[in-house]
């Protein structure tokens, strides 16, 4: 059924859907940023069951006020099972670390032990400094021709490297392979092996 909504009518809807969402989010303790985005879930959910409305039911704002509060109910019930599934609850960067540490947790986590490390990538500038010098070392060792090689493969992907004369595809790899063997005699094997870990 079409519903012809007067101004006052949307603006009763939009004014329902705005304080369910901040009762919803106070409710589950979520970030003041989500809100509005609470605020539009309920508020689609509401426009999407509008046709059932049924003017000689009730007024508009307890249609909304009921269509509200179980999308709210839905929501939470959803949010819940998320936390549940994540062992209990969201936690913030911004939270205090410990009852006798106040520095907020992001404070007191180590590059070593963040989402870089997770990957198997180079977490603190120490170690990025030394692998930038292994490199170098390994790269100055090598003949003209294969650090020409290493410095275009820095840039550009094989095919592109055969359309540009440095050989046939299988050349190109043969010479990869014997490079790694070479770089890794000069210290580069274990950084390899972390990229492949990742």
């Not at 901040?22 to 879930?41: H, I, K, N, T, V």
């Not at 400094?129 to 840039?155: F, K, M, N, W």
């Not at 359309?163 to 014997?178: C, M």
Request: glycine share 8%; charged share 25%; hydrophobic share 40%.
């Amino acid at each position: 059924m079409q519903i012809k909504l007067s101004p006052d009518d949307i603006e009763t809807i939009i004014s329902e859907a705005n304080t369910a969402a901040r009762r919803l989010r106070r409710r589950l303790g979520l970030p003041a940023c989500d809100r509005e985005d609470l605020g539009q879930d309920l508020l689609i959910d509401l426009l999407r069951r509008l046709p059932a409305f049924d003017p000689t039911r009730g007024s508009l704002g307890a249609f909304a006020g009921l269509v509200l509060r179980n999308q709210s109910s839905r929501i939470a019930i959803r949010i819940m099972r998320e936390r549940k599934a994540q062992g209990g609850g969201l936690l913030s960067l911004d939270a205090p670390s410990g009852p006798e540490d106040q520095r907020p947790l992001a404070e007191t986590i180590g590059e070593d032990e963040g989402l870089s490390a997770w990957h198997g990538q180079v977490t603190t500038a120490h170690a990025t400094t030394e692998q930038y010098q292994a490199v170098q070392t390994g790269i100055s060792r090598l003949p003209p021709e294969d650090r020409r090689l290493c410095a275009a493969l820095a840039h550009r992907p094989i095919s592109m490297l055969v359309s540009e004369g440095f050989g046939s595809r299988s050349t190109l790899y043969r010479r990869l392979a014997d490079l790694r063997h070479v770089l890794t005699a000069h210290g580069l094997g274990p950084s390899w092996d972390n990229v492949a870990a990742a």
